[in-house]
């Protein structure tokens, strides 16, 4: 049995770690060199880095800081934001990501995703989905620029479309619970588990040590990522994985 991963967030801004709530109310947490060790050392399974202003002030991620990172950790790291091309990919892979998300750039250019598969494999290519409840409760549509823009776009569609053109990972935002420490979004987790066989990662409004455990048993998740809860210290990795394993989830400890 593949054992579950918890992976925590680095969501970057100028080159601090931030967070927010419903991707607004953005407030430093600290410097993401630091926070990437010591969530490597308490066990982390992987590691998200996410440069969340990138797309929207039309810029490259910074390479720099991506480096100093991947010096400091030896587990799996995806970083996105502001990646637009195969060039841009290649040259994040160089610096030291395992991975990379694509969010906006995918929506815009569906055969980035083709290509970045093709280039560098399935296993490269992690599609990142923000995505946000219609008003009418029908269902859930893509937001993109970090949450500034409703593309109107069905989110289950989208990510169907997305794992047939290569899409080897989906990491899974629900604005609607982001920051909000309510739990993670089941419906939307579990809607998106049903109907495709890559892994999900669900992410957005973990609260507690419950709510690792609800994603995972209920909504049938392979990852959960939560940023709050570590950057505040409220939880460590290991708290996670030990609760975890009592409820008889598999964790790698």
């Given at each position: ?233 409220e939880l460590t990795v290991d708290d996670v994985k030990k609760y975890l394993r009592e409820k008889n989830i598999p964790v790698r400890l």
């Open positions: 049995m593949l054992t579950k991963r918890i992976i925590p967030c680095l969501d970057v801004r100028a080159g601090k770690v931030v967070k927010g709530i419903n991707f607004v109310d953005i407030k430093e947490v600290g410097d993401p060199v630091a926070l990437a060790e010591y969530y490597y050392k308490q066990g982390a399974d992987e590691l998200v880095f996410l440069d969340i202003t990138a797309t929207h002030e039309d810029r490259g991620i910074m390479r720099n800081v991506v480096e100093r990172v991947a010096e400091k950790i030896f587990i799996p790291f995806t970083v996105g934001g502001g990646l637009r091309s195969i060039d841009d990919i290649k040259t994040i892979l160089r610096a030291g990501a395992d991975k990379i998300s694509l969010n906006s750039a995918a929506v815009r250019d569906k055969n980035l995703i083709r290509d970045g598969a093709f280039t560098f494999g399935n296993q490269c290519i992690v599609l990142a989905v923000d995505a946000k409840k219609r008003v009418d409760n029908t269902g859930w549509n893509v937001v993109i620029n970090g949450g500034r823009i409703d593309t109107g776009l069905d989110a289950l569609k989208w990510i169907e479309e997305a794992t047939n053109l290569g899409a080897g990972e989906i990491l899974l935002t629900s604005m609607d619970a982001d920051g909000t420490k309510q739990g993670f979004d089941i419906e939307l987790t579990k809607s998106v588990s049903n109907i495709t066989n890559v892994p999900v990662i669900a992410s957005g409004g973990c609260g507690s040590l419950e709510h690792f455990h609800e994603v995972f048993e209920k909504a049938s998740a392979d990852a959960a990522l939560a940023a709050s809860l570590f950057h505040y210290g």
